[in-house]
């Protein structure tokens, strides 16, 4: 049922969630279209917690239910071939928050991109030495707090000083990124889901 699974995200409903996913998987429901109505319970959850509904307490079970959902997902996902290319992946200095950034390492892994994934709380030096190590064309930085703007221009800002900027695509995503952010942050492009992270780095990565 359409937005019955988002609804049941949204109540914190942990054996609802998971019962939807699985009758949806088992019924032949794509497992992207899963994600979504996940993701879309999430949003009503920030709004809940905006408003004072819920509380930090909240935000960390929903992460929980989030979590366990999407590793189910992501199971059915599964791909094999020749690696498409490099990318390193992680949440800015500043920011815990993974939830999206596993979805995008997982769709991108199982678009055959070889993945290295920095975690959270990522400072540029981090990222470049990721970047150096493997030798990867692609960074894909991702911040769901507006305090993540300033330490992904200061990213940007270390791969140029570092004389990697010209070999080196920039993506960046997360929650309030949008236009305008990108260009303050200096990224050649932002995303606003997982697949258009895959979408990025075909585009930047075709032979
Ligand atoms: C769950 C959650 C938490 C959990 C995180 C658990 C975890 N392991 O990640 C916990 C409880 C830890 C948490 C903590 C905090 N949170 Co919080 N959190 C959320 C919540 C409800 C959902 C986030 C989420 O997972 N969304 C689902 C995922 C799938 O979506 P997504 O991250 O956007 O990712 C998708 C796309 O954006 C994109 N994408 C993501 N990254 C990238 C990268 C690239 C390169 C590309 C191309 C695409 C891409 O693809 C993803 C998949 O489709 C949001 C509300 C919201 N509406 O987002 C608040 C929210 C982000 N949190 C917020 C706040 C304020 C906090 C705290 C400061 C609260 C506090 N007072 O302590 C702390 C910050 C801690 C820190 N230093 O980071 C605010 C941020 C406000 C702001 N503008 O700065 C929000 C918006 C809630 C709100 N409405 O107030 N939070």
Not at 128 to 153: C, N, R, Y
Request: overall charge negative; hydrophobic content about 45%; proline content about 3%.
């Amino acid at each position: 049922m359409a937005n019955e699974l988002a609804m049941a995200m949204a109540d914190l409903d942990e054996e609802k969630v998971q019962a939807l996913v699985k009758a949806g998987l088992a019924g032949g429901v794509d497992p992207s279209a899963l994600l979504n109505e996940c993701r879309e319970g999430m949003t009503l959850i920030g709004q809940r917690f905006e408003t004072g509904e819920y509380y930090l307490s909240d935000l960390i079970m929903a992460g929980e239910i989030f979590k366990t959902a999407a590793a189910d997902l992501a199971a059915q996902g599964g791909s094999s071939g020749p690696t498409k290319g490099k990318v390193v992946m992680g949440t800015v200095k500043g920011d815990i928050h993974d939830i999206g950034k596993d979805i995008v390492v997982t769709m991108l892994r199982g678009a055959n991109y070889e993945v290295t994934d920095l975690g959270v709380d990522v400072p540029p030096a981090k990222f470049i030495e990721a970047v150096k190590e493997t030798g990867a064309p692609v960074l894909g930085m991702s911040g769901l707090l507006t305090i993540s703007f300033d330490p992904m221009k200061e990213t940007v800002a270390a791969l140029q000083a570092a004389g990697l900027r010209g070999r080196v695509k920039v993506m960046i995503g997360g929650g309030p990124v949008s236009e305008q952010v990108r260009e303050y942050v200096g990224a050649d492009a932002l995303g606003v889901d997982a697949q258009a992270a895959v979408a990025l780095a075909g585009q930047w990565l075709a032979a």
